[in-house]
Nanobody, 115 residues
Framework: VQLQASGGGLVQAGGSLRLSCAAS????????MAWFRQAPGKEREFVGS????????VYVDSVKGRFTISRDYVKNTAYLQMNSLKPEDTAVYYC?????????YGQGTLVTVSS
């Protein structure tokens, strides 16, 4: 499975961004899609995930109520809608696919939130 993330950029605090993650290859074996992020000097952390069949998404507490994960089954694309962004959301965001029992990561996209 190959993943291509896009949509990062610079935004002011309180603003919004939508990240996209296009999956290609053996997508029929993907069971879930997720977003992770890594801030400067910190370890990569889980942001949220959604099962490929459209089950209820799950999120880390720090983004609940602000971020929404969705997926388009036809386009093989997952999305991360980020609202009410805060400076602490600044990070490189990675999409990932659950494939054969482990996460496969795409390249990251940088999100910078200015105060």
């Amino acid at each position: 499975v190959q993943l291509q993330a896009s949509g990062g950029g610079l935004v002011q605090a309180g603003g919004s961004l939508r990240l996209s993650c296009a999956a290609s290859g053996r997508t029929f074996r993907v069971s879930a899609m997720a977003w992770f992020r890594q801030a400067p000097g910190k370890e990569r952390e889980f942001v949220g995930s959604i099962t490929w069949d459209g089950g209820m998404p799950v999120y880390v507490d720090s983004v609940k109520g602000r971020f929404t994960i969705s997926r388009d089954y036809v386009k093989n694309t997952a999305y991360l809608q980020m609202n009410s962004l805060k400076p602490e959301d600044t990070a490189v965001y990675y999409c990932a696919a659950r494939y054969q029992g482990s996460w496969t990561y795409g390249q990251g996209t940088l999100v910078t939130v200015s105060s």
